[in-house]
């Protein structure tokens, strides 16, 4: 089996291809670094030689609304569309839990995350979305996203941070799978609500921004998991933050 892992030297990439590799499967990583453009369409056909799976682990820096819908969507499109040229049986795509709903309706990046797990289900490759809550390592650029002049405006919804390597495992586990799953979806073992998490965050790292406790949108539940999952089981390094009952 040879794998693709588009945006094989990112975060998420990296930790896939060494994992893949660890278990003796062909890996090919294709990112930017490699040469490899998914918008421009440089290389596409070529890194997809021979390939069997897809991971698509690409990320884009566009947190507006416009920038995120079209890099997710065009990425996906052109994986789908060369991936099937070039016989590619499977392709998996990493989302994150809730994106589109409640208080994640809004937020332009996640309207991305939308638009791709729409683009993946029109397209012709059988696929697999691996919804994953936010990686444990990721809440202190959480608390970016929700400043604003300075403070940042957390709703008290529920939130299940992950440890990265569980999804990393889950990820390895479905490319090597039988069959495409179709959707399946991954939680950290605890639930805290997202004010109090990052109020604990940024206190243990001794950032000084206050975190304003404001009203959300509806629909706290929306960036947990609401139907079965796999939950894993590295607990939140910062420890003393209340759990949400
Ligand atoms: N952060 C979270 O809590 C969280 C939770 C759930 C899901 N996710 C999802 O996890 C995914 C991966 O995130 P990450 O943190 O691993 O991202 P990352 O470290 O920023 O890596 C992104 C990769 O995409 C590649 N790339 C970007 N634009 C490209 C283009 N036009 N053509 C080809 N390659 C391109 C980059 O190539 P270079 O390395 O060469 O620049 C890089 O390898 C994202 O889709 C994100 O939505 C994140």
Redesign the pocket.
């Known amino acids: 089996m040879k794998v693709l892992i588009?945006?094989?030297?990112?975060?998420?990439?990296?930790k896939v291809a060494d994992l893949l590799e660890a278990k003796n499967v062909e890996v090919i990583?294709?990112?930017?670094?490699?040469g490899?453009?998914?918008?421009?369409g440089?290389r596409v056909a070529e890194v997809l030689t021979g390939v069997d799976v897809i991971v698509?682990?690409?990320?884009?820096?566009r947190f507006d609304e416009e920038g995120a819908v079209r890099?997710?969507e065009e990425?996906t499109r052109t994986l789908t569309a060369e991936g099937q040229r070039a016989g590619v049986t499977h392709h998996i795509?990493?989302?994150?839990?809730g994106v589109g709903e409640g208080d994640a309706s809004d937020i332009g990046?996640y309207l991305?995350?939308v638009a791709?797990e729409r683009a993946i289900r029109e397209g012709s490759l059988p696929y697999s979305i691996v919804?994953?809550?936010?990686?444990q390592?990721?809440?202190p650029?959480?608390a970016d996203q929700y400043t604003v002049e300075g403070k940042v405006l957390a709703p008290r919804d529920l939130i299940q941070?992950?440890e990265?390597d569980e999804?990393v495992d889950l990820l390895v586990e479905v490319a090597l799978g039988d069959s495409p799953v179709p959707e399946v979806e991954i939680a950290g073992p605890e639930r805290f609500h997202l004010d109090d998490l990052l109020r604990g965050t940024l206190a243990a790292r001794g950032d000084s921004r206050e975190v304003v406790t404001v009203a959300g949108n509806g629909a706290i539940d929306a960036l947990v998991p609401r139907g079965s999952y796999r939950m894993g089981e590295v607990l939140y390094p910062i420890r003393g933050i209340p759990l949400a009952t």
């Open positions: 588009a945006g094989g030297r990112g975060r998420v990439g990296s990583s294709g990112g930017l670094a490699d490899v453009d998914y918008i421009e440089t698509n682990v690409l990320n884009t820096g890099f997710f990425t795509l990493l989302s994150i839990v990046y991305g995350k791709q919804r994953s809550t936010q990686f390592g990721y809440i650029v959480l941070p992950v990265l999804l």
